[in-house]
C-alpha cells in the first residue's frame, strides 16, 4: 500500500483518523505492518487493529512434502500464512536438512506468490524467490500461472493454503488441466481481543473516522463488533457517526 488512494482524495482532512483492520502478521513481516502506518501518518491518524488469529495444522504432513522437491514442479503461495506455515513446518521438523539439502533443489523450482508481502516472505523466510507478487489476488495469479508454467512439466504444484481459501485458483488449474498437490495448513479465526482493541479505538480522544479492511475474514469478524458497539451510543463519541468502508485490499488472501 502506497498511501496513493488516500492523496488522490482533495476532501482529505489531517484531522481525521483511520482504523485499519487487519492481521498484525508473522513477526518477520513486522516491517511491512508499520509500512502502513508510515504512509498514513501525513494525512491520517491511523489505528491498526489486529483482526484475525491464525492456527496451524497438519505441519508433520507439509514436513514430509517439503523433505521431496523432486515431487515437485514448485509451490504455491496464496498469502504470509502459507510461508509462515512452510516455516513453522521446517523449524520443528527439520531446519538443518533444509538449510544443507533441500533449499538448493527448492530454488531451482517455480514459487509462486500472490502479493508482495507473501513473495518478500518467500525470500526473507525461507530463502525461496518467488514470482507473480505483482498480480495482487488467486485469480489473477491463475493466469500467470498458465501463461508461464512449462508445457512440458508434469510435476505437481504444492499448494498449501488456508481452509477459507477461495477456489478460483483451483478452478483455473483444474480446467487447464495443470497439476497441484493442495494440502490445508492453518485456520483463520477472529483475534481474541478484537472488540476490546476496537472499543479503545473508538473511544479514543480523536474518534474514528475511517475503517479500512484487507480481507474479507477481516469484514467478516470486525463488522458484527463494530455493529454492536456503534447500538451503544455511550460507548462511542458523538463525533463517530458511520463507518465508511474505504477499500478492499485483498494482499494476503489464502
Known sequence: MSGVIFKSCKCVNMNKSVLLLKSSGAPQSQDAEDAYIFELKDLFIPFLVNTLSFTFFALDQLWGFIQHPENYSGIILTSPRAVEALKIAIDEFGIQDY???????????????????????????????????????????????????????????????????????????????????????????????????????????????????????????????????????????????SIFILVFLFHFLG
Open 99 to 241: 538449510e544443507t539439502k533441500l533449499l538448493s533443489i527448492w530454488k531451482t523450482k517455480l514459487i509462486y506468490c500472490v502479493g508482495e508481502a507473501t513473495q518478500r516472505n518467500a525470500l526473507s523466510t525461507l530463502g525461496l524467490e518467488g514470482v507473480g507478487g505483482d498480480t495482487g489476488n488467486a485469480a489473477t495469479l491463475g493466469s500467470f500461472i498458465l501463461r508461464t508454467f512449462p508445457a512440458d512439466e508434469r510435476k505437481p504444484l504444492l499448494f498449501p493454503s488456508g481452509e477459507l481459501r477461495r477456489e478460483e485458483l483451483p478452478k483455473i488449474l483444474s480446467n487447464a488441466n495443470l497439476p497441484f498437490s493442495s494440502i490445508i495448513v492453518y485456520n483463520t479465526t477472529s483475534s481474541p481481543t478484537l472488540e476490546e482493541d476496537i472499543k479503545c479505538c473508538l473511544n479514543s480522544s480523536k474518534g474514528v473516522d475511517y475503517a479500512v479492511f484487507f480481507s474479507p475474514s477481516g469484514v467478516r469478524f470486525a463488522i458484527p463488533v463494530l455493529q454492536s458497539l456503534l447500538s451503544n451510543l455511550n460507548c462511542i463519541k458523538a463525533s463517530f457517526v
